[in-house]
Structure formats: C-alpha cells, structure tokens
T-cell receptor, first 113, second 111 residues
Framework: ETGVTQTPRHLVMGMTNKKSLKCEQH?????MYWYKQSAKKPLELMFV???????ENNSVPSRFSPECPNSSHLFLHLHTLQPEDSALYLC????????????FGPGTRLTVT | EDQVTQSPEALRLQEGESSSLNCSYT??????LFWYRQDPGKGPEFLFT???AGEEKEKERLKATLTKKESFLHITAPKPEDSATYLC????????????FGKGTKLTVNP
C-alpha cells in the first residue's frame, strides 16, 4: 500500500449504530487530519493530531470521537449520528503540522439513515 | 476570519481552449496557498504550494500564480483528462495553521 488509505470506502449506518472509520498513512508523516466534505460546502477540518497528540478539535460534536494510536493510524469512531452527518470523510497526513502540504486519502462516503 | 472564494463555480471548455481559475483570499498573514485537484469519488490530490506574491509554479498544462490578494490557476490547451474540481486553500501564519478551503471550481473539458 502507498500513500493514504481509508476503510471502508462506503458506509451506511442507522442513527443508533456505532461504527469506526480507519485511516492509515504509508508516508512516514507525523501529522494526521480528519476532514468532512459536504455537497456545496468547503472542506471542513474536524481534528488534527501531531505526533499522536490531538492539537485541534474544530468544535466537532461529541458523537464523533477520534483516536490516534500512533503516527500512522487514525480512527474516527461514530455513534448516534444524525442524517446531516452524511458526507465524505477524508483523512489527510503531512510531514508535520502546519508546515507542509497535506496528502489525502480517497475518503469514506458515509450515509446516515 | 480567513476566507477563500473561488470563481467561477463551474467552467466548461473545449479541448485546447486555455483559461484561468481564480482564488481570492483574505487572511491575516499568508503562510502558504495550496492548489488541489479532486476527481469524483476521490480525495484531493496535491498540485502546488505558493508562499509569496510573485511566485509561480508549473506542472504540465497547469501554472499557478500568486498576488497579495489572489491566485490564478492557468490551464493551457486543456485535455478532457484535466476535467476535475480544483480546490484552493490558504494557511495563515501565526494562527492555528489549519487550511481554509474554498468551495472549488468544477472544470469540464469537452473533446
């Protein structure tokens, strides 16, 4: 595997389900990011981790819970989501936070029913 | 508040018809301006970073330029495979260092 990978690529879940999104980067980077991309809206930054430490939470509801066990892996745990949370969730990484270009994964298309 | 506005929202070109996409920005201090390309169903693909006014970067048929208020992405003699949504993002200096994205320009190049 190369670059940034995300699984699953598509996810349909009910509002009472619990699911997790996974991201893995194979670039040797130290910073990882979660973004939300909704139709007709700009990418919205959700969370940032730098060297496994969370450095930014962009006022994200608590039904989204990130986890970064090491610099290569990032998870987004989902529970009790709302239909308006349906979107493309993108993971990105960069060498360090704030100084380098970010490289994105292919995203997880989430549909909340 | 940092803001990025991209225009036009959508652009249709004939193959070989050159044009430019605009990215206007408002930021307290610019650390960097980034251009990405996004194909349907995929994540954004990094194209360029520009750091200071007057800087230019090129890649194949694409050329990005930067002034103090805006950036242009010039597409010379485009081909159908250049069809994509082009995203612009700015990063402010001295702040949270997060990228602020525009809504993008959807480019369609017809054969």
């Amino acid at each position: 595997e190369t670059g940034v990978t995300q699984t699953p690529r598509h996810l349909v879940m009910g509002m009472t389900n619990k699911k997790s999104l996974k991201c893995e980067q194979h670039l040797g980077h130290n910073a990882m990011y979660w973004y939300k991309q909704s139709a007709k809206k700009p990418l919205e930054l959700m969370f940032v981790y730098n060297f496994k430490e969370q450095t930014e939470n962009n006022s994200v509801p608590s039904r989204f819970s990130p986890e970064c066990p090491n610099s290569s892996h990032l998870f987004l745990h989902l529970h009790t989501l709302q239909p308006e949370d349906s979107a493309l969730y993108l993971c990105a990484s960069s060498l360090t936070q704030g100084k380098d270009e970010q490289y994105f994964g292919p995203g997880t298309r989430l549909t909340v029913t | 508040e940092d803001q990025v506005t991209q225009s036009p929202e959508a652009l249709r070109l004939q193959e070989g018809e050159s044009s430019s996409l605009n990215c206007s920005y408002t930021v307290s201090g610019l650390r960097g301006l980034f251009w990405y390309r996004q194909d349907p169903g995929k994540g954004p693909e990094f194209l360029f970073t520009l750091y200071s006014a007057g800087e230019e970067k090129e890649k194949e048929r694409l050329k990005a330029t930067l002034t103090k208020k805006e950036s242009f992405l010039h597409i010379t003699a485009p081909k159908p495979e250049d069809s994509a949504t082009y995203l612009c993002a700015v990063q402010a200096s001295g702040g949270s260092e997060k990228l602020v994205f525009g809504k993008g320009t959807k480019l369609t190049v017809n054969p």
